[in-house]
């Protein structure tokens, strides 16, 4: 089966940290950009972080910027996403997504209509 896994949520208090990983099963994730996407309750899906399929370039959502990283490890065909410093606004299910490339490319592109795999998804509450 093709998928990805999501995993790493769980329940944290303001100003900690959470690293979430996304596992890719039945396929490799070379050639493939990959997003982090978020959805609270009651809110449309929101785009947080996107990586190229180099590794070589990314980018961040304003409201995570300086705080979150992304990250990926081809051999282990995983990537992840450290998450400091959170905030009660952070809460919400965390997606990772795949977007086809097909080369190696420094161009960190994430567009929701050409993701190709969405995991299934890992709830991140932050709260005292």
């Known amino acids: 089966q093709l998928r990805l896994v999501e995993s790493g949520g769980g329940l944290v208090q303001p100003g900690g940290s959470l690293r979430l990983s996304c596992a890719a099963s039945g396929f490799t994730l070379d050639y493939y950009a990959i997003g982090w996407f978020r959805q609270a309750p009651g809110k449309e899906r929101e785009g947080v972080s996107c990586?190229?399929?180099?590794?070589?370039?990314?980018n961040y959502a304003d409201s995570v910027k300086g705080r979150f990283t992304i990250s990926r490890e081809n051999a282990k065909n995983t990537v992840y996403l450290q998450m400091n410093s959170l905030k009660p606004e952070d809460t919400a299910v965390y997606y990772c997504?795949?977007?086809?490339?097909?080369?190696?490319?420094?161009?960190?592109?994430?567009?929701?209509?050409?993701?190709?795999?969405w995991g299934q998804g890992t709830q991140v509450t932050v709260s005292s």
């Open positions: 997504a795949a977007i086809y490339i097909g080369v190696f490319t420094n161009q960190a592109i994430c567009r929701p209509s050409n993701i190709n795999y």
């Open positions: 990586i190229s399929s180099s590794g070589g370039s990314t």
